[in-house]
Protein backbone atom coordinates (compact mmCIF):
# COMPACT_ATOMS: atom_id res chain seq x y z
CA UNK A 1 0.00 0.00 0.00
CA UNK A 2 1.15 3.39 -1.02
CA UNK A 3 2.37 5.92 1.68
CA UNK A 4 0.86 8.73 -0.16
CA UNK A 5 -2.59 8.82 1.41
CA UNK A 6 -5.46 11.62 1.95
CA UNK A 7 -5.69 10.11 5.28
CA UNK A 8 -3.49 8.85 8.15
CA UNK A 9 -4.32 4.71 8.17
CA UNK A 10 -3.82 3.31 11.14
CA UNK A 11 -1.10 1.59 10.36
CA UNK A 12 0.84 3.96 10.27
CA UNK A 13 -0.34 6.00 13.50
CA UNK A 14 2.74 5.35 15.76
CA UNK A 15 5.15 6.85 12.88
CA UNK A 16 5.83 10.67 13.15
CA UNK A 17 3.30 12.60 10.34
CA UNK A 18 4.56 14.57 7.28
CA UNK A 19 2.14 16.48 5.20
CA UNK A 20 3.34 17.33 1.67
CA UNK A 21 1.59 19.81 -0.43
CA UNK A 22 1.99 20.02 -4.00
CA UNK A 23 2.12 23.55 -6.51
CA UNK A 24 -0.79 24.84 -8.27
CA UNK A 25 -1.21 22.78 -11.66
CA UNK A 26 0.08 19.38 -9.99
CA UNK A 27 -0.94 16.50 -7.71
CA UNK A 28 0.24 14.60 -4.82
CA UNK A 29 2.02 12.47 -6.93
CA UNK A 30 4.72 15.16 -7.12
CA UNK A 31 5.89 14.03 -3.96
CA UNK A 32 6.64 10.22 -4.57
CA UNK A 33 10.38 10.56 -4.30
CA UNK A 34 9.78 12.17 -1.30
CA UNK A 35 7.54 9.07 0.24
CA UNK A 36 10.78 6.63 -0.86
CA UNK A 37 12.98 8.65 0.79
CA UNK A 38 11.51 9.21 4.40
CA UNK A 39 8.87 6.39 4.41
CA UNK A 40 10.75 4.06 6.84
CA UNK A 41 10.88 6.86 9.64
CA UNK A 42 7.59 9.07 8.58
CA UNK A 43 4.22 8.76 7.08
CA UNK A 44 3.70 10.93 4.42
CA UNK A 45 0.36 12.23 3.55
CA UNK A 46 0.41 14.06 0.48
CA UNK A 47 -3.32 14.99 -0.02
CA UNK A 48 -4.74 16.80 -3.17
CA UNK A 49 -5.69 20.52 -2.93
CA UNK A 50 -9.01 21.91 -4.98
CA UNK A 51 -9.21 21.19 -8.29
CA UNK A 52 -6.14 18.68 -8.25
CA UNK A 53 -6.43 14.74 -9.06
CA UNK A 54 -9.43 13.37 -7.02
CA UNK A 55 -10.40 16.69 -5.52
CA UNK A 56 -13.27 18.49 -7.23
CA UNK A 57 -13.23 22.49 -7.27
CA UNK A 58 -14.03 25.03 -5.19
CA UNK A 59 -17.98 25.68 -5.03
CA UNK A 60 -17.99 28.05 -2.18
CA UNK A 61 -20.63 30.95 -1.64
CA UNK A 62 -17.71 33.55 -0.56
CA UNK A 63 -14.12 34.20 -2.00
CA UNK A 64 -11.99 31.90 -1.91
CA UNK A 65 -9.22 32.68 0.59
CA UNK A 66 -6.19 30.50 1.41
CA UNK A 67 -7.42 29.16 4.93
CA UNK A 68 -10.00 27.34 2.38
CA UNK A 69 -7.16 25.19 1.05
CA UNK A 70 -5.53 25.22 4.30
CA UNK A 71 -8.69 23.65 5.79
CA UNK A 72 -7.89 19.60 5.47
CA UNK A 73 -4.64 20.27 6.76
CA UNK A 74 -5.41 21.46 9.78
CA UNK A 75 -8.00 18.72 10.14
CA UNK A 76 -4.92 16.42 9.44
CA UNK A 77 -2.75 18.19 11.70
CA UNK A 78 -5.95 17.99 14.42
CA UNK A 79 -6.24 14.50 13.73
CA UNK A 80 -2.17 13.45 14.15
CA UNK A 81 -1.17 11.79 17.48
CA UNK A 82 1.98 14.21 17.53
CA UNK A 83 2.79 17.15 16.06
CA UNK A 84 3.41 16.71 12.16
CA UNK A 85 6.07 18.03 9.52
CA UNK A 86 4.23 20.20 6.42
CA UNK A 87 6.27 20.58 2.84
CA UNK A 88 5.16 22.15 0.65
CA UNK A 89 5.81 23.58 -2.85
CA UNK A 90 5.11 26.77 -4.04
CA UNK A 91 1.09 27.54 -3.82
CA UNK A 92 1.17 24.26 -1.58
CA UNK A 93 4.19 26.02 0.54
CA UNK A 94 2.14 28.97 0.99
CA UNK A 95 -0.49 26.88 2.40
CA UNK A 96 1.35 24.99 5.03
CA UNK A 97 2.44 28.42 6.14
CA UNK A 98 -1.61 29.41 6.48
CA UNK A 99 -1.67 25.71 8.23
CA UNK A 100 1.08 26.70 10.39
CA UNK A 101 -0.43 30.11 11.57
CA UNK A 102 -3.54 28.31 12.33
CA UNK A 103 -2.17 25.45 14.48
CA UNK A 104 1.11 26.95 15.25
CA UNK A 105 2.05 24.47 18.51
CA UNK A 106 1.07 21.24 16.80
CA UNK A 107 3.95 21.81 13.97
CA UNK A 108 6.86 20.04 14.35
CA UNK A 109 8.98 21.74 11.36
CA UNK A 110 8.35 23.04 7.82
CA UNK A 111 10.36 22.70 4.98
CA UNK A 112 9.17 25.19 2.00
CA UNK A 113 10.21 25.30 -1.56
CA UNK A 114 10.15 28.53 -3.23
CA UNK A 115 6.59 29.72 -0.99
CA UNK A 116 4.32 32.01 -3.05
CA UNK A 117 3.41 34.35 -0.36
CA UNK A 118 2.83 37.53 -3.26
CA UNK A 119 1.66 39.54 -0.02
CA UNK A 120 5.19 39.43 1.40
CA UNK A 121 6.05 41.86 -1.60
CA UNK A 122 4.23 44.92 -0.33
CA UNK A 123 6.69 45.10 2.72
CA UNK A 124 9.82 45.24 0.39
CA UNK A 125 9.25 48.93 -0.55
CA UNK A 126 9.21 50.10 -4.72
CA UNK A 127 11.22 47.40 -5.77
CA UNK A 128 8.56 44.85 -4.14
CA UNK A 129 5.60 46.43 -5.54
CA UNK A 130 6.68 46.56 -8.78
CA UNK A 131 7.46 42.72 -9.05
CA UNK A 132 4.20 42.06 -7.24
CA UNK A 133 2.28 44.31 -9.88
CA UNK A 134 3.88 42.61 -12.56
CA UNK A 135 2.83 38.99 -11.47
CA UNK A 136 -1.04 40.53 -11.28
CA UNK A 137 -0.79 41.18 -14.65
CA UNK A 138 0.40 38.03 -15.45
CA UNK A 139 -2.96 36.46 -13.43
CA UNK A 140 -4.95 38.94 -14.82
CA UNK A 141 -4.09 37.86 -18.24
CA UNK A 142 -4.14 34.24 -17.17
CA UNK A 143 -7.68 34.94 -16.32
CA UNK A 144 -8.86 36.44 -18.89
CA UNK A 145 -8.25 33.29 -20.97
CA UNK A 146 -9.62 31.59 -18.72
CA UNK A 147 -12.63 33.38 -19.16
CA UNK A 148 -12.80 33.16 -22.61
CA UNK A 149 -12.25 29.54 -22.69
CA UNK A 150 -8.78 29.87 -23.92
CA UNK A 151 -7.36 27.44 -21.64
CA UNK A 152 -4.34 26.67 -23.94
CA UNK A 153 -3.08 30.22 -24.13
CA UNK A 154 -4.13 30.57 -20.48
CA UNK A 155 -1.69 27.06 -19.57
CA UNK A 156 0.51 28.25 -21.73
CA UNK A 157 1.17 31.63 -20.09
CA UNK A 158 0.97 29.99 -16.55
CA UNK A 159 3.38 26.85 -17.27
CA UNK A 160 6.14 29.73 -19.32
CA UNK A 161 5.77 32.68 -16.56
CA UNK A 162 7.29 29.82 -14.28
CA UNK A 163 9.63 28.14 -15.81
CA UNK A 164 10.90 30.39 -19.25
CA UNK A 165 9.46 30.34 -22.67
CA UNK A 166 9.44 27.01 -24.50
CA UNK A 167 8.03 25.36 -21.15
CA UNK A 168 4.36 24.57 -21.99
CA UNK A 169 5.86 23.24 -25.25
CA UNK A 170 8.05 20.47 -24.17
CA UNK A 171 5.46 19.25 -22.29
CA UNK A 172 4.05 15.91 -23.24
CA UNK A 173 0.36 15.84 -24.14
CA UNK A 174 -0.89 14.57 -20.69
CA UNK A 175 0.79 16.74 -18.53
CA UNK A 176 -0.07 19.75 -20.58
CA UNK A 177 -3.97 18.21 -20.28
CA UNK A 178 -3.80 18.38 -16.16
CA UNK A 179 -2.65 21.63 -16.05
CA UNK A 180 -5.33 22.78 -18.59
CA UNK A 181 -7.99 21.20 -16.29
CA UNK A 182 -6.27 22.66 -13.05
CA UNK A 183 -6.26 26.33 -14.49
CA UNK A 184 -9.73 27.49 -13.33
CA UNK A 185 -8.82 26.77 -10.13
CA UNK A 186 -5.13 28.62 -10.60
CA UNK A 187 -7.44 32.00 -10.75
CA UNK A 188 -8.67 31.48 -7.24
CA UNK A 189 -4.88 30.25 -6.13
CA UNK A 190 -3.90 33.82 -7.38
CA UNK A 191 -6.65 35.85 -5.40
CA UNK A 192 -5.91 33.62 -2.61
CA UNK A 193 -2.21 34.66 -2.32
CA UNK A 194 -3.10 37.88 -3.72
CA UNK A 195 -5.67 38.85 -1.04
CA UNK A 196 -3.84 36.82 2.11
CA UNK A 197 -3.62 39.41 5.08
CA UNK A 198 -1.66 37.71 7.39
CA UNK A 199 1.36 40.20 8.98
CA UNK A 200 5.01 39.11 8.73
CA UNK A 201 5.14 39.31 12.68
CA UNK A 202 3.10 35.97 12.59
CA UNK A 203 5.89 34.27 10.72
CA UNK A 204 8.47 35.36 12.88
CA UNK A 205 6.81 33.65 15.67
CA UNK A 206 6.26 30.67 14.05
CA UNK A 207 9.28 29.06 16.52
CA UNK A 208 9.51 26.20 14.31
CA UNK A 209 12.34 24.99 12.51
CA UNK A 210 12.34 25.93 9.43
CA UNK A 211 13.94 25.21 6.14
CA UNK A 212 13.61 27.25 3.02
CA UNK A 213 14.65 25.85 -0.36
CA UNK A 214 14.80 27.48 -3.93
CA UNK A 215 16.27 26.67 -7.09
CA UNK A 216 19.19 28.41 -8.56
CA UNK A 217 17.15 29.70 -11.14
CA UNK A 218 14.40 30.82 -8.90
CA UNK A 219 12.07 33.68 -10.87
CA UNK A 220 12.69 36.82 -9.24
CA UNK A 221 9.35 36.99 -7.00
CA UNK A 222 9.87 34.07 -5.46
CA UNK A 223 13.35 34.92 -4.81
CA UNK A 224 12.51 38.18 -3.49
CA UNK A 225 9.83 36.18 -1.08
CA UNK A 226 12.93 33.81 0.02
CA UNK A 227 15.03 36.40 1.10
CA UNK A 228 12.53 38.46 3.18
CA UNK A 229 11.27 35.09 5.03
CA UNK A 230 14.99 34.02 5.58
CA UNK A 231 15.99 37.74 7.20
CA UNK A 232 12.48 37.38 9.22
CA UNK A 233 12.14 33.85 9.97
CA UNK A 234 15.95 32.89 10.82
CA UNK A 235 15.41 29.52 9.17
CA UNK A 236 17.58 27.01 10.32
CA UNK A 237 18.62 25.87 6.71
CA UNK A 238 18.38 27.74 3.68
CA UNK A 239 19.11 25.61 0.66
CA UNK A 240 19.87 26.39 -2.69
CA UNK A 241 19.33 23.53 -5.89
CA UNK A 242 21.86 24.13 -7.95
CA UNK A 243 20.61 23.63 -11.60
CA UNK A 244 17.13 24.11 -10.70
CA UNK A 245 14.43 26.69 -11.57
CA UNK A 246 10.43 27.16 -9.63
CA UNK A 247 9.73 23.13 -10.31
CA UNK A 248 13.00 21.58 -8.19
CA UNK A 249 10.43 19.58 -6.28
CA UNK A 250 9.98 17.96 -9.32
CA UNK A 251 13.09 18.07 -12.50
CA UNK A 252 15.42 17.24 -9.34
CA UNK A 253 12.85 15.31 -7.15
CA UNK A 254 15.73 13.24 -5.87
CA UNK A 255 18.14 16.12 -4.35
CA UNK A 256 15.00 17.71 -2.96
CA UNK A 257 13.66 15.19 -1.67
CA UNK A 258 16.86 14.13 0.04
CA UNK A 259 17.18 17.66 1.87
CA UNK A 260 14.37 17.66 3.38
CA UNK A 261 14.37 13.82 4.45
CA UNK A 262 17.50 14.82 6.09
CA UNK A 263 16.20 18.15 7.50
CA UNK A 264 12.83 16.47 9.14
CA UNK A 265 15.01 13.50 10.51
CA UNK A 266 17.43 16.27 12.54
CA UNK A 267 14.25 17.87 14.43
CA UNK A 268 13.02 14.46 15.59
CA UNK A 269 13.66 13.68 18.91
CA UNK A 270 16.08 10.16 18.59
CA UNK A 271 14.33 8.22 21.55
CA UNK A 272 10.94 9.06 20.05
CA UNK A 273 11.76 7.58 16.81
CA UNK A 274 13.56 4.73 18.49
CA UNK A 275 10.25 4.23 20.36
CA UNK A 276 7.98 4.84 17.15
CA UNK A 277 10.43 1.77 15.32
CA UNK A 278 10.27 -0.23 18.26
CA UNK A 279 5.97 0.14 18.05
CA UNK A 280 6.03 -1.02 14.44
CA UNK A 281 8.23 -3.92 14.48
CA UNK A 282 5.84 -5.15 17.35
CA UNK A 283 3.14 -4.52 15.27
CA UNK A 284 4.79 -6.09 12.62
Known amino acids: MSSIVSVAPAAYRDKPTVIALHCSGSSRRQWRQLTTETEDRFCVIAPDLFGAGAIGSWFGDRPFRLTDEAALTVDVIDGAQ ?63 HVLAGAYRA ?3 QFVDYWNGPGAWAALSPERQAQIRRYLPKASLDFRALFNEIVPLVAYRRLRVPLLLMQGEHAPEP ?42 IRSTEPAEATHVNRDRMRQAA
Open 154 to 156: AAE
Open 82 to 144: TRVHLVGHSYGAAVALRAAIERPTRVASLSLYEPTVFHVLRSMGPDGRDVLQGVRAVAEKIER
Open 222 to 263: TRMITSKLTSFMQPASVVTVGGAGHMGPVSHAEIVARAIGTF
